[in-house]
């Protein structure tokens, strides 16, 4: 890739700021951990978690002790320590109010009631180890993104990767990379998603692998490869795009990969096409 694509580099620079403005997940400051989150061993209880910048809201519906459904919820779940992304801790309350089927009254601060903590220590974008108490009673549990219906990323995009590339042998020197091109992407029914990147000069750099889904976070794994007429040698390898987040303007996700040349790692999307 990187020989594949150098020469154009001063040409596509004005580009750049487009990568940039591919779709993002709904915070920058870590992986987006909204979904909805359970056990899958253990039906009929999870955790809605909603992220916005570095603060989570969390709504835990549970059971209490006559197997009724019961519920708390934490408003403030922030960094255990400025700049940590892998474990969030807050208050967690218990909250009472009107019956739903008579008039609202405002609650007052009486309805709510801290009764312990909530932490979460997410080990991946996608599993995480729960610890909340309640009154005194400790809870530990291993959670997951819930999954009920997969994404689709099939349509025409303005897009491609930007990506910083290391290990570089060859001849080849560590450095960024841009590849911006219009990307097409097939999505079929078993999951396989085959991807082409393609510009009016005749370059060519297909992606196909397997498509995931966790939660409302996907991911891909497989094989590329990019082909130029110019050259007589061509980028062949491996790559991995994860914590692929959707949505109607476009999609975007990590990019990590490697060809004959080096080892890369950026982000991987494209805006939605309008024609």
Not at 162 to 175: E, F, H, K, L, P
Not at 233 to 250: D, H, K, L, P, R
Request: glycine fraction near 12%; charged fraction near 10%.
């Amino acid at each position: 890739m990187k020989l594949l694509f150098r020469r154009y580099a001063a040409a596509m620079a004005g580009a750049l700021a487009l990568v940039i403005a591919l779709p993002a997940a709904a915070t920058s400051y870590s992986t987006d951990y909204t979904d909805l989150w359970y056990n899958p061993a253990e039906d009929g209880w999870g955790v809605n978690l909603i992220q916005q910048d570095d603060v989570i809201f969390a709504t835990l519906f549970v059971y209490d002790a006559t197997g009724y459904a019961h519920w708390f919820v934490a408003s403030d779940v922030e960094p255990a320590s400025p700049g940590n992304q892998a474990v969030f801790t807050g208050t967690l309350y218990q909250t009472t109010g009107p019956y739903f089927g008579a008039a609202w009254t405002p609650r007052g601060p009486a309805n709510t009631a801290a009764v312990g903590t909530l932490t979460f220590n997410f080990d991946s974008a996608n599993t995480a180890t729960m610890q909340y108490s309640v009154n005194g009673v400790a809870v530990s549990k291993s959670i997951s993104r819930q999954s009920w219906r997969n994404n689709s990323l099939a349509g025409n995009f303005i897009g491609g990767l930007t990506a910083q590339g290391s290990n570089c042998g060859g001849g080849v020197a560590n450095g960024p990379v841009l590849i911006l091109y219009q990307l097409s992407v097939q999505h079929a029914a078993n999951q396989q998603v085959s991807m082409s990147l393609s510009n009016d000069s005749g370059q060519v750099c297909t992606f196909v692998g397997g498509y995931l889904q966790s939660g409302k976070l996907g991911s891909i794994s497989g094989s590329w490869g990019c082909t130029n007429p110019a050259h007589t040698i061509n980028n062949a390898g491996s790559f991995t795009i994860s914590n692929i987040a959707v949505a109607i303007t476009g999609w975007n996700g990590v990019f990590t990969g490697s060809d004959q040349y080096c080892t890369y790692r950026g982000q991987f999307g494209g805006i939605r096409d309008v024609i």
